[in-house]
């Protein structure tokens, strides 16, 4: 019948190899030392049986690996190799002197070997075959019928009790040993059970702190008493622009960051005062110059006898928390001058509107001719100017909270073309082109501040192609993390390129800045009112010039789910509330 493989485990096969080299190295001292004791007792007429005895041992010993390792039952081998080397102990008993002989003491190593593969009750049933083989051929030899090596003296009272005493304290020696060995055996399977728990329990815990300090977005370094870096995890390697946190280990950090003066006096002076500090921001310099604000905290590494090994530093790059706290700072600025100027312009838009509405009436009334006609022309153009000025600002100041619907970008987007191709205020000579990868993409927004942002962008391209050209615009959806450190999300992306003339490099980053215009005419309030509206719906807006290549507005906003209306009301909370 052909057996299963992998019987026994892989901690049961190891502890069966070891066992089994232990079990050939005495088999081959003992049997090798017995063969030299009758070579030189002029015996040598019995060493070819005794080589015969060990070559039998080593191939029951390979058969027996062999068929363990294919597969057979574990026990019943164990128990086959005991028995073999029970019966060649026995030969080895007969060639060397009989029972008188000090080999019959050997018979404690299958008793040793029954305990350490079967515990105790292994221990215990070897102990009782060991005996049997013993007193059996004892009883034998005292009969006769079988002849020992020696001579064996005839039969006597005294004989008789030296046998039976000998037989008694094998087998005492015999049962204790078992014994021994067997509790020996228990003892140590529970031990290494209980020490391969521990392992496991703490290859576990050391995994899952690996796995914290690999994946907290925050900075981590560890130094020992010396300053040189025990632990840098990537997030640290990525904040501070390092090399991979294995090249840097071992390193002082006096040469991990030298351009980084702040940080290593920061350390330095927690590792010679053992004052730890905490958490406040810190300015360092990065390779290319750049400044690099951190919030860092730096605590003390100690023994459990309270001596310190070393400190642990953690940081986090504030640069986002501080454009954050730029952006709140000036939209509080902003809503200041806003609520005042609100009030200001409606207190000169109602004086203007009187104003405007009497020269209208004198200009239709008088008869002005020459510069008086070029005066009231120009009076009249600058009041509708500022009118318009007055106008935007109020837009701009009021800007109301968005409430979000699902919009069709490329309807709404169609919807606003149609209306322009009918509007002067576009050029014969631009032309415009819709190439949508996307029909029928739809965000959570606001319908009419979506309109409106196409409607401002669309305008300002035309505006800027006074002389004519094309306005590409493309609608495409993508998967974009529209804030740092955030997961990518679906997108809607919309890129508005006109071939005019390149904005100035200088001019670039003011573009959606109040009131900044480099048009004659222009209140500069037209692309700002865009970036807000992007801004409020959770989005980005971006711009790209060069020359020969033209203008790109491009404007992103995230697709929200059903929920998008909820989810939106609490990243505007969460924004208000930073």
């Not at 239709?364 to 000025?389: A, Q």
């Amino acid at each position: 019948m052909p057996f299963l493989p992998r019987a026994v485990s892989l901690r049961d096969e190891e502890n069966v190899r070891k066992l089994t080299y232990l079990r050939l190295t005495v088999a081959t001292l003992v049997v090798g030392a017995a063969i030299v004791v009758l070579q030189l007792g002029g015996t040598a007429r019995s060493t070819g049986i005794l080589y015969g005895l060990l070559g039998a041992i080593y191939l029951s010993t390979v058969a027996a690996y062999l068929a363990i390792r294919a597969g057979a039952p574990f026990r019943a081998l164990m128990w086959g190799e005991i028995v073999i080397d029970c019966v060649v102990l026995t030969m080895l008993l007969h060639y060397s002197g009989g029972s008188t002989s000090h080999v019959a003491i050997l018979y404690i190593l299958p008793v040793l070997f029954g305990g350490m593969c079967f515990q105790v009750s292994g221990g215990l049933a070897t102990a009782v075959l060991a005996t049997a083989f013993y007193v059996i051929y004892t009883i034998l030899e005292f009969g006769g019928h079988v002849g020992a090596a020696a001579i064996v003296p005839a039969p006597s009272a005294e004989r008789v009790s030296g046998m039976l005493l000998r037989g008694y304290l094998y087998m005492a020696v015999f049962v204790l040993t078992g014994i021994l060995s067997g509790y020996l055996s228990t003892y140590v399977r529970k031990r290494g059970e209980e020490l391969a728990d521990k392992e496991l329990e703490l290859r576990r815990v050391q995994h899952h702190t690996d796995s914290i300090i690999t994946n907290v977005s925050s900075g981590l370094i560890v130094t020992n008493m010396a300053g040189e870096i025990v632990i840098c995890n990537p997030a640290a390697v990525k904040i501070l622009g390092l090399a991979a946190g294995d090249e840097v280990k071992g390193k002082h950090v006096q040469d991990v960051v030298p351009h980084m003066s702040a940080l290593v006096q920061e350390l330095e002076g927690a590792l010679a005062t053992g004052s730890p500090r905490r958490r406040h921001e810190l300015e360092v310099r990065r390779t290319d110059g750049t400044e690099l604000p951190l919030g860092i905290s730096i605590s003390l590494l100690r023994e459990e006898n309270d001596e310190r090994r070393g400190v642990v530093a953690i940081f986090q790059d504030l640069t986002e928390v501080h454009s954050m706290r730029e952006k709140v700072r000036r939209a509080d600025k902003m809503a200041a001058i806003g609520e005042l100027s609100t009030a200001i312009a409606h207190e000169i838009r109602a004086p203007l509107a009187s104003i405007c509405g009497s020269i209208e009436m004198l200009a239709g009334e008088l008869d002005l001719s020459g510069d008086n006609k070029k005066l009231m022309d120009l009076v009249i153009k600058e009041s509708d100017r500022l009118d318009r000025i007055i106008t935007d600002f109020l837009e701009f100041a009021r800007l109301r909270r968005p409430g979000f619907e699902p919009v069709d970008i490329e309807g709404c987007l169609n919807e606003v073309l149609l209306l322009l191709r009918h509007s002067s205020d576009v050029s014969k000579n631009v032309s415009i082109e819709v190439a949508s990868n996307a029909p029928h993409a739809c965000v959570y927004a606001d319908d009419e501040q979506i309109r409106q942002v196409i409607l401002n962008l669309i305008m300002n391209a035309c505006e800027a192609m006074s002389g004519g050209g094309r306005l590409t615009i493309r609608i495409d959806t993508i998967m974009k993390a529209l804030r740092e450190g955030s997961c990518p999300e679906e997108c809607v992306a919309m890129s508005f390129e006109n071939n005019g003339p390149a904005i100035p490099e200088e001019v670039l980053p003011h573009v959606f800045e109040p009131f900044y215009t480099t048009k004659e005419g222009g209140t500069g309030l037209g692309l700002a009112i865009v970036a807000r509206i992007v801004e409020s719906h959770f989005g980005n807006v971006r711009v790209t010039s060069a020359a020969n290549h033209g203008t790109t507005f491009s404007v992103i906003l995230p697709v929200h789910s059903g929920a998008g209306a909820k989810r939106a009301e609490n990243l505007q909370e969460e924004f208000i509330s930073f």
